[in-house]
T-cell receptor, first 122, second 113 residues
Framework: SAVISQKPSRDICQRGTSLTIQCQVDSQVTMMFWYRQQPGQSLTLIATANQGSEATYESGFVIDKFPISRPNLTFSTLTVSNMSPEDSSIYLC???????????????????FGQGTRLTVV | GEDVEQSLFLSVREGDSSVINCTYTDSSSTYLYWYKQEPGAGLQLLTYIFSNMDMKQDQRLTVLLNKKDKHLSLRIADTQTGDSAIYFCAALRIYNQGGKLIFGQGTELSVKP
């Protein structure tokens, strides 16, 4: 299994500022995913971060608001820019082992999550 | 696109069995997952099932998959108060370069002593 560390675990930020969330994995992974969980709701995928290429954003999410870095196979950051109270959420990073990208499946198909970053914007 | 639906609440008595249900729309979903989220915590992977299986058992957990009806269930035997949490079902879609998980809304399980 992959161990994922996210920092910070929580933060309270002023409106209009930006926060960068870090995600560190203890093994090399091809793809990393960033999710948002708004209060009382399920998880929504923000974007997929691939090493060496630009992130792929889901509908409703844009790079200017949620810039992502993926400098190597064990690390990624998500920035929440120009924050407003509506951005108050839990942000989670997730990893998919390389085997996951094989259409035939593979021995490791679990998707692992960090503990999340609880963000409150005031 | 993919849609995953769950009922929002389930209440059971300690010692009873709990059954949490989930439906999904995309028949090409290859893996289906159950995650547990306790208050203030992240997601914990409980179990998963490959789409060519119809049942998987892991200690107190039994997953049943009806691929024809696109219906997934999680049965927890001998439910304990420590099982109180939100349970998310998720469907994995694999596309050209990877995959993504689509989550249901989560079912809040309340276990009464």
């Amino acid at each position: 299994s992959a161990v994922i560390s996210q920092k910070p675990s929580r933060d309270i930020c002023q409106r209009g500022t930006s926060l960068t969330i870090q995600c560190q994995v203890d093994s090399q992974v091809t793809m990393m995913f960033w999710y948002r969980q708004q209060p009382g709701q399920s998880l929504t995928l923000i974007a997929t971060a691939n090493q060496g290429s630009e992130a792929t954003y889901e509908s409703g999410f844009v790079i200017d608001k949620f810039p992502i870095s993926r400098p190597n196979l064990t690390f990624s950051t998500l920035t929440v820019s120009n924050m407003s109270p509506e951005d108050s959420s839990i942000y989670l990073c997730s990893v998919a082992p390389a085997a996951l990208i094989s259409r035939g499946g593979g021995p490791r198909v679990e998707a692992f999550f960090g503990q999340g970053t609880r963000l409150t914007v005031v | 696109g993919e849609d995953v639906e769950q009922s929002l609440f389930l209440s059971v008595r300690e010692g009873d069995s709990s059954v949490i249900n989930c439906t999904y729309t995309d028949s090409s979903s290859t893996y289906l997952y159950w995650y547990k989220q306790e208050p203030g915590a992240g997601l914990q992977l409980l179990t998963y099932i490959f789409s060519n299986m119809d049942m998987k058992q892991d200690q107190r957990l039994t997953v049943l998959l009806n691929k024809k009806d696109k219906h997934l269930s999680l049965r927890i035997a001998d439910t304990q108060t420590g099982d109180s949490a939100i349970y998310f079902c998720a469907a994995l879609r694999i596309y050209n370069q990877g995959g993504k998980l689509i989550f249901g809304q989560g079912t809040e399980l309340s276990v009464k002593p």
